[in-house]
């Protein structure tokens, strides 16, 4: 036994170009930027520093990875705290909402 069809008006069909034009050299500079950005010396010792535990497998991608585009020039601890800083320089205003929202939750 076949269901009736209620009337529905025919689906139309759109055609979407992309208008987005990726070129060589712009994911040059993006690599460029990104290097420049992250595969940096910190400027701090990491013994000095603080320990944080990650998961096995995010310590050996983030190895592979500092030790192959870093060529042995940056330290994870940097290449971490690079990421960890840009982080907070991106959300930083959801971070302060989010901040305040809990000092207001412990009536600080």
């Known amino acids: 036994m076949k269901r009736a069809r209620k009337n529905r008006e025919p689906k139309e069909h759109i055609s979407v170009q992309s208008t987005v034009s990726v070129t060589v050299s712009s994911c040059a500079n993006n690599r460029n930027w990104y290097i420049g950005k992250f595969m940096t010396d910190a400027g701090f010792t990491a013994r000095l520093g603080r320990q944080v535990s990650i998961s096995e497998e995010t310590h050996e991608r983030v190895m592979k990875f500092v030790s192959v585009v870093g060529k042995g020039q940056v330290s994870m601890a940097s ?18 909402a989010a901040f305040d929202e809990g000092l207001k939750a412990y009536r600080l």
């Open 79 to 96: 290449f971490i705290e690079n990421i960890i800083n840009e982080h907070f320089n991106i959300h930083n205003a959801e971070i302060k």
